[in-house]
């Protein structure tokens, strides 16, 4: 079976990228754009093959899954043998339970989604909570961008360095970047006030006279980011701090909360494009050797262990 890359216009040189990595060309994928704003695709070459269709569904997130539901139908009417959605920022992630009656669960809605148009596997990377793996019908591989980042981040720290958990369900990420930098781990207790606001309060750890690194799985607004490094500093820690996230949304006013002197750099992966405003110390670690990796393994029906997600 031939293997096919299919590209999205949400990453398109995310999309490139990963299909040299498997030393092919992708699949001639076109988007017409409507005045009223609806969408046509077209994806040419896939009969037979098995397909990979890349595209992450970051802002504006609404149009980026409508398109890799639309791309995902066009692929299955195109012919294709096998098909597997390719989503390294994966929308909806952090709607996974109702906060209060009347909510809908955006990530169960999706997944569902994706397999009514014909996606008969999903790849993430780091998604914001493991439980899409339960709520999705198809088998789904979260693979993780923790070793890409740890190793930027080893040549960035010192040896009294500190790994820091923004907030508790940052816990298990923060000890995944701490055993792999051999650095103890620092948590701060926050809570979010709204969408956009949340206030840190607690620090439970030693930061004072060390370098701190904070780490999460996304920076949206810089809100979780910008209260944990501000309880950091008051608690001693050396500025300027490090901090890695595998998913760089950076929508506003990340700019304004992150920009500055406080932070020295702001580690991301190109999950998503990164054309955040310059004044951002942004450094971006390539996602493509991974995603290019797991793809032409699961193409030759190879084990992906070493590559995935761990809660």
């Keep these: 079976m031939t293997l096919r890359i299919a590209v999205g216009t949400a990453g398109p040189a995310l999309g490139r990228a990963v299909a040299a990595g498997l030393y092919t060309e992708p699949a001639v994928t076109s988007v017409e754009r409507f005045p009223d704003g609806e969408l046509r695709p077209v994806v040419h070459g896939v009969r037979g093959a098995d397909v990979y269709l890349v595209q992450p569904t970051g802002p504006p997130v609404n149009e980026h899954v409508m398109e890799l539901l639309l791309l995902l139908d066009a692929c299955r009417r195109g012919g294709a043998a096998r098909l597997t959605a390719v989503v390294p920022y994966f929308g909806y992630a952090r709607q996974d339970r109702r906060g209060r009656a009347g909510e809908a669960i955006g990530i169960r809605v999706v997944a569902d989604a994706l397999a009514s148009a014909g996606a008969r596997r999903l790849i ?66 926050k809570t979010r006030l709204s969408g956009t606001r949340v206030s840190a309060e ?110």
């Design 124 to 189: 993430v990377v780091d998604p914001h909570t493991a439980a899409l793996e339960a709520v999705c019908a198809m088998p789904v591989e979260m693979l993780t961008a923790v070793p890409v980042l740890a190793a930027a981040l080893g040549e960035r720290t010192v040896d009294d360095a500190v790994v820091v958990a923004p907030d508790l369900g940052a816990v298990k990420l923060a000890e995944r970047y701490a055993a792999l930098l051999s650095r103890p781990v620092a948590v701060v207790r």
């Design 202 to 311: 607690e620090l439970v750890g030693d930061v004072r006279g060390r370098q701190a690194v904070v780490v999460d799985d996304m920076i949206s607004t810089g809100g979780t980011i910008e209260a944990a490094v501000h309880v950091l500093l008051e608690n001693g820690a050396i500025p300027p701090v490090l901090v890695a996230a595998t998913h760089g949304l950076f929508v506003p006013p990340a700019a304004e909360r992150l920009g500055g002197p406080r932070i020295a750099a702001l580690l991301v992966t190109d999950s998503l494009p990164q054309d955040a405003p310059t004044t951002l110390p942004i450094r971006v670690c390539p996602s493509a050797p991974l995603l290019a990796d797991a793809i032409g393994r699961l193409h030759r029906d190879e084990s992906l262990d070493d590559l995935l997600f761990r809660t």
